[in-house]
């Protein structure tokens, strides 16, 4: 099923370009958020981040149209009355929206609907950042009664940036998801890549072509190969047999 025209696939293109090439993660977030309004139209939403110590799963979050107060409370107790927890804690990666999952008659009896979700927050969906098991963030955005429950299509938006958001978390905690345990900072600062250089180094190794390279990072197949001269310049080789040399 065609669920995006041709804008708003170049569009989730822009997003994609700018999850990795926005450095800070909390301003990635912020970012994010504001561009998913236009792609995703809601109310408000949040990104959190998995706590990797401690009792509580979500961490520093980042908000649009979400008063701070709100957080707070939500930080405090609220946690504990969410009723979508275990989807969290499970690490399963998934995109939903509430009402596919939950009854009304139970949502709406609920102590954490009536004090997080009735006043303009009625509609959730909802991305689970996971990978094998654990959970690295939470990611909701959340229409009223009056605009509306979302689509099926919104969730296929939300799946096309999850493993996009999986590889930029893991970069900016140190954790390297593409070359196994060859030291993710260390080669990133020796050879000052980006993000996104470090990325496609990751695909290189994989022995992905640049075509494969260009579909999978929804780029041109020129910007691939831009890239990928910007990384063999900086590596001091000329192809991709004296990268893989000098990285293994």
């Given amino acids: 099923m065609q669920y995006l025209s041709e804008k708003e696939w170049i569009f989730l293109n822009e997003i994609t370009h700018m999850i990795y090439e926005t450095d800070d993660l909390d301003a990635m977030r912020e970012n994010l958020l504001d561009l998913l309004m236009v792609l995703i139209p809601n109310n408000c939403s949040s990104f959190y981040l998995a706590n990797t110590k401690g ?27 969410d009723y979508t927890m275990p989807i969290f804690t499970s690490g399963r990666p998934i995109a939903y929206k509430e009402t596919d999952l939950f009854e009304a008659r139970f949502r709406e009896n609920t102590e954490f609907y009536s004090e997080f979700l009735s006043h303009g927050l009625e509609y959730p969906l909802a991305l689970c950042i996971a990978e094998k098991g654990v959970c690295y963030g939470a990611l909701s955005l959340y229409r009223s009664k009056k605009m509306g429950d979302f689509s099926e299509r919104d969730i296929f938006v939300l799946e096309q940036l999850h493993k996009h958001l999986i590889t930029k978390i893991k970069m900016s905690s140190g954790e390297n998801p593409l070359l196994g345990t060859t030291g993710l900072a260390i080669i990133k600062e020796k050879l000052d890549l980006t993000d996104r250089e470090l990325e496609i180094v990751g695909y290189l190794l994989d022995g992905l072509s640049n075509e494969e390279i260009a579909k999978i990072l929804f780029i041109e197949l020129g910007t691939v190969k831009k890239h990928i001269h910007n990384i063999y310049r900086k590596a001091d080789v000329k192809n991709r047999v004296q990268l893989f040399r000098m990285l293994r």
């Fill in 55 to 81: 009792e509580k799963l979500l961490t520093k979050p980042v908000a649009n149209n979400i008063c701070q107060k709100d957080i707070d409370n939500y930080l405090a107790f609220g946690e504990k009355m």
